[in-house]
Nanobody, 117 residues
Framework: QVQLVESGGGLVQAGGSLRLSCAAS????????MAWYRQAPGKQRELVAS???????NYADSVRGRFTISRDNAKNTLYLQMNSLKPEDTAVYYC???????????WGQGTQVTVSS
């Protein structure tokens, strides 16, 4: 029933790190381009990072050099390593198929990331 489950968020100080995980169903994950999104209070959901089925990556300018997206196809799991976190990174983080290529699936609950100054 639940096809996307995000985890790994938490409260960290500025400059800290977190590693987010997204467990996806095989039907969603297999051969699909995947992505991480985030939504801060009062703001529109934005694309943070994407990864193709072959492993090519792309990042929003605001996170490039600090975040790394990766995937484990054998485990149907998507990851987001976040380093040098800033208060501006505070948001709920979601995973899904890349909406630039596919109709997106039902959104999961997301995982809250809070970065204190």
């Amino acid at each position: 029933q639940v096809q996307l489950v995000e985890s790994g968020g938490g409260l960290v100080q500025a400059g800290g790190s977190l590693r987010l995980s997204c467990a996806a169903s095989e039907s969603i994950f297999s051969n699909n381009h995947m992505a991480w999104y985030r939504q801060a209070p009062g703001k529109q959901r934005e694309l943070v990072a994407s990864i193709t089925n072959r492993g090519s990556t792309n990042y929003a300018d605001s996170v490039r050099g600090r975040f790394t997206i990766s995937r484990d196809n054998a485990k149907n799991t998507l990851y987001l390593q976040m380093n040098s976190l800033k208060p501006e990174d505070t948001a709920v983080y979601y995973c899904n198929v890349d909406g630039r290529f596919y109709y997106q699936r039902d959104w999961g609950q997301g995982t809250q990331v809070t970065v204190s100054s």
